[in-house]
Nanobody
Framework: QVTLVESGGSSVQAGGSLRLSCAAS????????AGWFRQVPGQEREGVAT???????MYAESVAGRFTISHDNAKKTVILQIDGLEPEDTGTYYC??????????????????WGQGTQVTVST
């Protein structure tokens, strides 16, 4: 079993930045695909970025250029840096992971392990 714990969510003004962190523990694996997703009430969970253990990244078109995903394999941590926050970025942000690096895409149904989420609220 793998446990994921997100942190770093906050209430910020538009134009600001946040750094979300996802720490993994338990029976982690060396080759993985990890991702960040966000969800607002009444809407489907949306994938925003993924990173594989070899460092390959992928971003949703809506966040490209503002979101940066990175990892520290030694610390078993995945980071989502968000710059130029917009009110539309408001939501609960979830970290997810699965074994393997093939087809590491931000598709919620492809992931086996999920964190509890961290809230991001962006005001004008």
């Amino acid at each position: 079993q793998v446990t994921l714990v997100e942190s770093g969510g906050s209430s910020v003004q538009a134009g600001g930045s946040l750094r979300l962190s996802c720490a993994a523990s338990g029976n982690t694996f060396a080759r993985y695909c990890a991702g960040w997703f966000r969800q607002v009430p009444g809407q489907e969970r949306e994938g925003v970025a993924t990173i594989s253990s070899d460092g390959t990244t992928m971003y949703a078109e809506s966040v490209a250029g503002r979101f940066t995903i990175s990892h520290d394999n030694a610390k078993k941590t995945v980071i989502l840096q968000i710059d130029g926050l917009e009110p539309e970025d408001t939501g609960t942000y979830y970290c997810a992971a699965r074994r393997g690096t093939d087809y590491c895409l931000p598709i919620p149904g492809e992931f086996d392990y999920w964190g509890q989420g961290t809230q991001v609220t962006v005001s004008t």
